[in-house]
């Protein structure tokens, strides 16, 4: 059963942040609310399944050793952990469907129960699980109720394909009861409506749907023999191949991102070091910047990139002589090409660095243009400037008109406003102007 699924190598900052905190989770205990949610649910999966076992009429009579293969099997296939944005996918389709033609039907849910426990151990032993996480996957079982109640009450049968709108109707089940459980109990602890729930589950059922046929393969080999479930074993190993590459890669990814922020920061402690209103300066364009962003709801990665845009604005500015920068009055032509070349240096910094910081440097070189194409340095216009460059742009400005500079006094609040309203279409890209000032006009209102 998959609680989730991507196929991106790449994630974005959402993704790495539900990562973290899944890992975080897992060596910690349950909150009062979510263990009286637990026992409430593990306690209704147990009476259930227990009643299955008793109640379902079966013919069946497996040997201990087929018991055995099969619950170890899934252990196995339990212990593949593909992290995910929004959860982790596990290939336990492939061992469920062998166990709905070869156990009694009604035991099924109590042998998945058991193999969650086993594939669980090792995990706890190693300090990796928290104890009541290992009886918050059991709550997790009750897919396997669905389908179980389906072919036990249509009488149990040897697999055969013709029956397959039975089958299907069995993955709906497993489907129904696994949407049903984790929706009920997220709105319980979390308050997410089933119908916002509802939408992460697409990529689950693909995963478990492209599986059964495989497991379906399985079941037929395992009907005539209860060693057919060792069939499974090598893709089992070969998914294992796959989980452990993809966690090295996050693990790989998440160090990256934590470089690349650390760097980022450093270069902005730099920046401040050298000017300290500039560095000041850059902080605050970072806290308007992503007011901006998130008044236009631009996305996790959108918003990554413009805080580090933010930040690393006037990173090129240690390169400009202080003598420039503090002048209290007007800049000779010589002295304003200077302080102009500073987007230029500020890319080649970042381009120095490299992978996302030089990313962001392309935008921090375009953070002086303008959006009739006045700017500099490249003199590009309208929706040829990345918009991320569009906001720090007008933030930058908005944020220097209202403090205090070497050559002049902050000005109010109202003016600054007035200046970014006669600006717009020419100067700031029109759509940026309103989000800024439905920010601002927000700020005053709650002070």
Not at 49 to 73: F, I, N, Q
Not at 98 to 118: D, K, W
């Amino acid at each position: 059963m998959a609680t989730a699924a991507t196929t991106s190598l790449e994630l974005d900052p959402d993704a790495q942040r539900v990562i973290e905190e899944q890992r975080a989770r897992r060596l910690s205990s349950l909150a009062t609310r979510d263990r009286t949610t637990l026992v409430v649910s593990l306690g209704l999966f147990l009476a259930v399944a227990g009643s299955l076992a008793v109640l379902l009429p079966s013919g069946r009579s497996p040997s201990m050793v087929s018991v055995a293969l099969l619950v170890g099997a899934y252990a196995l296939a339990f212990r593949l952990d593909f992290e995910v944005g929004s959860g982790s996918a596990v290939p336990t389709q492939l061992i469920l469907v062998p166990m709905l033609f070869v156990l009694p039907a009604g035991t099924v849910p109590l042998a998945v129960a058991a193999g969650i426990l086993l594939g669980s151990a090792p995990e706890y032993a190693r300090r990796m699980l928290h104890f009541e996480r290992v009886f918050l996957r059991l709550a997790d079982s009750w897919y396997a109720v669905g389908p179980a109640l389906v072919l036990g009450l249509a009488g149990e049968a040897q697999p055969d394909l013709r029956r397959w709108p039975l089958y299907l109707g069995a993955l709906g089940a497993q489907f129904a009861l696994d949407y049903g459980s984790t929706a009920i109990r997220q709105w319980a602890i979390l308050g997410v409506p089933p119908r916002l729930h509802l939408r992460t589950m697409g990529s689950v059922w693909v995963i478990d749907a492209g599986l059964a046929p495989v497991g379906l393969a399985v079941a037929f080999a395992s009907a005539r023999s209860s060693a057919g479930v060792l069939l499974a074993l090598p893709l089992v190993a070969l998914l294992a191949v796959f989980a452990r590459e993809r966690r090295v890669r996050i693990d790989h990814e998440l160090e990256l991102r934590d470089a690349y922020r650390g760097t980022a920061f450093l270069l902005g402690d730099v920046v401040e070091a050298d000017d300290a209103y500039t560095g000041e300066h850059s902080k605050d364009v970072v806290e308007l910047t992503l007011a901006v962003v998130d008044e236009l709801g631009l996305s996790s990665s959108e918003r990554r990139d413009a805080e580090f845009a933010a930040l690393l604005h006037d990173v090129g500015k240690v390169r400009v002589p202080n003598e420039i920068i503090n002048k209290p009055g007007k800049l000779t032509p010589e002295e304003r090409k200077i302080v102009e070349r500073h987007t230029v240096d500020g890319e080649e910094m970042l381009l120095r660095v490299g992978g996302l910081l030089a990313e962001i440097g392309r935008i921090v070189r375009a953070c002086h243009e303008r959006w009739d194409g006045e700017g500099y340095p490249d003199g590009i216009s309208g929706e040829e400037i990345p918009l991320i460059a569009r906001i720090v742009a007008c933030c930058d400005a908005y944020n220097a008109m209202t403090s205090d500079r070497s050559y002049r006094k902050a000005l109010p609040v109202s003016e600054a406003v007035a200046e970014l309203r006669r600006g717009s279409g020419n100067q700031f890209d029109p759509r940026v102007v309103d989000a800024l000032l439905a920010f601002v006009e927000r700020v005053a209102i709650a002070a």
